[in-house]
């Protein structure tokens, strides 16, 4: 392990805030989480990584949970706010928010271990609203969803300072889980058939899943690897040094890898959500069949995307009961854009889709 994965860096600016925490506002005398001092400083000396240049070492997230400092308990708090009452119910959302509340207030818990500890007994407590009539229809099949890692479920950084919580390193990288992760995923396993589609390498991503999934990877219909992917020849505009990968939905719809769980057919856009924080990746799937998520980082503060009433999960919830998934998100856009011909880069990106769509007919 190289020492310079727990070397500190200076403190830098705060990024503005994504998601669930768009609420928060600072003024004169609230200083900004990353900035502010003791309780601050798991978050301040964390360094987000440049993304793997090499395609074959991609980075990916694992372990951690950022915890809550004293200046970020209103954004933790504001967004329990976003729950659906419809699905959730007054009682789970407010316990799930009382609950937070009185943690973050106590006097009696100073130590970070401790307050790690609480908070995980409060998301077991508020893990999963009342069930809802999941509407299967398909061959009596759940919809599918497929789950990137990178930026969704965890975020992998260089450097870290402790009160992070439980952590692990793959590939010499520092990998965080994402607060709420496991109360997200024992959700998504109970409403949907699931599976994980990363673009990194196997023996990367074999570990990384070990890590944030457990136990509950034995329930994956499926999990691949970048292998999975069609290469496009190009790099990405973000960064000219990582190549540019594609998640055609049409490999699962088509059944073309043997081992699949089910039959062709069985899923198609009606019933399939890809969630990816790169929207590149879907260029070349049937337009409002994925969901873009602005990317998660460790160092942006208090995030309850994931937890009870945070915005993806309520967005999941009320994507298990929709009669079409595609429809749905076409009438309900969440996160980043869709690359369409209205994108700024639409000539780069456009030029790609013509090149795959040669070598499919060549």
């Known amino acids: 392990m190289e020492n310079n994965l727990y070397s ?13 925490v768009t609420k928060y506002e600072t003024n004169s005398s609230e200083a900004c989480p990353k900035t502010a001092p003791a309780r601050a400083r798991s978050i301040g000396n964390c360094t987000v990584t440049e993304e793997e240049t090499d395609f074959n070492k991609e980075s990916l997230p694992s372990l951690g949970v ?4 004293k200046n970020s308990r209103k954004l933790l708090i504001e967004s329990l706010d976003f729950a659906s009452l419809s699905i959730h119910g007054d009682t789970v959302t407010r316990k799930g928010k009382q609950a937070i509340s009185s943690l973050l207030d106590s006097s009696s818990l100073e130590d970070d271990d401790a307050l790690f500890e609480e908070k995980n007994k409060i998301q077991e ?5 009342p069930k809802v009539s999941v509407k299967l229809g398909f061959g009596n099949r759940k919809k599918l969803l497929i789950l990137d890692l990178n930026g969704v479920l965890a975020d992998a950084v260089s450097t870290y300072s402790v009160g992070y919580g439980e952590q692990k ?11 709420f992760c496991d109360v997200f995923l024992e959700f998504c396993f109970d409403r949907f058939d699931v599976g994980v589609w990363s673009s990194i390498r196997r023996h990367n991503l074999d570990g990384a899943v070990d890590s944030i999934l457990g136990k509950l990877k ?6 691949w690897d970048q292998s999975k992917c069609s290469y496009t020849g190009v790099n990405t505009l973000e960064n000219r040094q990582k190549p540019l990968f594609l998640k055609e939905l049409k490999k699962l719809w088509n059944k073309e890898e043997p081992g699949l769980p089910w039959k062709k057919g069985d899923y198609s856009s009606a019933n399939t959500l890809l969630v990816d924080d790169s929207p590149y990746k879907a260029i070349c799937n049937p337009p409002h ?14 995030d309850a ?3 009870p009433g945070g915005d993806l999960r309520v967005y999941l919830e009320q994507v298990v009961v929709a009669d079409d998934v595609q429809q749905y998100v076409k009438e309900h856009p969440f996160g980043q854009e869709a690359i369409t011909d209205s994108n700024k880069d639409w000539n780069f990106y456009s030029q790609i889709i013509k090149r795959h769509n040669r070598m499919l007919t060549a």
């Open 169 to 179: 390193v793959f590939s010499g990288k520092q990998y965080f889980k994402r607060p």
């Open 289 to 302: 069949t994925a969901i873009f998520p602005h990317p998660y980082r460790c160092n942006t503060g208090i």
């Open 125 to 129: 407590q508020v893990s999963l609203p």
């Open 8 to 20: 500190k860096t200076a403190t830098e600016p705060c990024p503005k805030q994504r998601l669930v």
């Open 218 to 223: 034995n329930k994956l219909l499926f999990c």
């Open 66 to 69: 950022a915890d809550p400092d």
């Open 305 to 307: 995307s994931l937890g």
